[in-house]
């Protein structure tokens, strides 16, 4: 007896990809602020020799809210909000051995 599965294959996000954030990085939290649920976080980082440590891409999704790609560089600043919403609700993070070091490093 052969149980026989149809896999669709997914080549693209469902929601399509999502612009990168920066200027409108206040859009963004008013959109993650009105989604509900946990945060799914993953940061980018660039390490090596030529590199630091810190995010250079941030994604965020939130149920309702869809998912934000966010570059911090030249806005770090203005990440404030970003951060006491972040605080509001549970974090789901992938490769958090790895991200954690980047969120440090953005202190």
């Keep these: 007896m052969s149980d026989s599965v149809d896999i669709q294959p997914l080549d693209v996000p469902s929601e399509g990809i999502p612009e990168l ?7 963004a939290v008013s959109a993650l602020a009105a989604g509900r649920g946990p945060f799914a976080i993953d940061t980018e980082r660039a390490m090596g020799i030529r590199y630091s440590g810190r995010a250079y891409v941030v994604q965020i999704r939130r149920e309702g809210a869809g998912t934000f790609l966010i570059d911090p560089a030249g ?11 972040l605080a509001t609700d549970v974090w789901i993070l992938h490769a958090a051995d ?9 202190r």
Excluded: Y
């Design 21 to 27: 954030t920066n200027l409108d990085i206040d859009d």
């Design 75 to 85: 806005i770090e600043n203005r990440l404030g909000p970003l951060a006491e919403l």
């Design 98 to 106: 790895q991200d954690l070091p980047s969120h440090a490093s953005a």
